[in-house]
């Protein structure tokens, strides 16, 4: 079955990253996966939370929000519902946690580093998208900090970037967009850092068991995806004078 973008199975929708977007946070990246806009800003702060307090270590987190006309229809804003949804969390949690397998948190020091990805527009992979993007926004913070003489080096160990990949009409096929990810067979998010080492992998059958073979072969996409979207994020920072 063809896609109904006609990309390949192997081809990642138009990808780019714009850095520097944000006047006031200490760095920012409005990543486009396709139709798919979020906005990642990270903030520094000269504090950890109270677990990590006097340890000399510092503290890397996220928050993840989805605006109301990001979709077709208008979704409530969570605040008016008086706390955010599971799925909010889940994701979040999952952002926080892929930034910092790849940060070294003893030499960020005493500080802590908040990530905010807010969707602008959503066709599916918004999660893979605010990895990807907010590595980026995390990467010109921390270099802000080398910069004005805060940090000796960067604290961070690699990049970090992600992709789903799923099977669709029966072929594995990678970075689902809406219209696939609706009706896919199987779908998977796939955080993987520079290395090719594993952050995290969640795949979820949508009607019957994947087979070993058929989810090797989802892996196989996932990895050369992440492969080429980091070697954009190293684009993305050379243009910005931070490679």
């Known amino acids: 079955m063809a896609r109904p973008s006609g990309r390949r199975p192997d081809e990642l929708r138009p990808v780019s990253f714009e850095l520097g977007v944000s006047r006031y946070a200490e760095g920012s990246c409005l990543v486009r996966f396709g139709n798919t806009h979020v906005l990642c800003t990270a903030t520094v702060e000269e504090k950890v939370p109270g677990f990590l307090r006097n340890s000399g270590t510092g503290w890397i987190t996220a928050e993840y929000a989805m605006l109301p006309r990001a979709t077709q229809t208008r979704t409530p804003r969570e605040v008016a519902r008086g706390r955010p949804s599971g799925r909010t969390h889940e994701i979040q ?24 990805c807010d969707v602008l527009q959503a066709d599916g992979g918004t999660r893979t ?115």
Request: charged share 25%; hydrophobic share 50%; aromatic share 4%.
């Open 93 to 116: 949690r999952l952002i926080g946690r892929s930034l910092r397998a790849v940060c070294d948190l003893d030499a960020l020091g005493e500080r802590q580093v908040i990530v905010d």
């Open 129 to 243: 998208a605010a990895i990807t993007g907010g590595y980026l926004a995390l990467h010109q913070a921390l270099a802000r900090l080398v910069r004005d003489g805060e940090l000796p080096r960067l604290p961070l160990r690699e990049a970090v970037a992600a992709v789903s990949a799923g099977i669709y009409g029966g072929e594995p096929v990678l970075d689902l967009d809406y219209e696939e990810d609706s009706l896919a067979e199987a779908d998977g998010n796939f955080v993987l850092a520079a290395s090719g080492g594993i952050v995290e992998i969640q795949v979820t059958a949508e009607s019957v068991p994947i087979a070993p073979e058929r989810f090797e072969a989802m892996r196989r996409l996932a990895e050369a995806g992440v492969q080429e979207l980091v070697a954009r994020q190293r684009e993305a920072l050379a243009a910005a004078g931070l490679a």
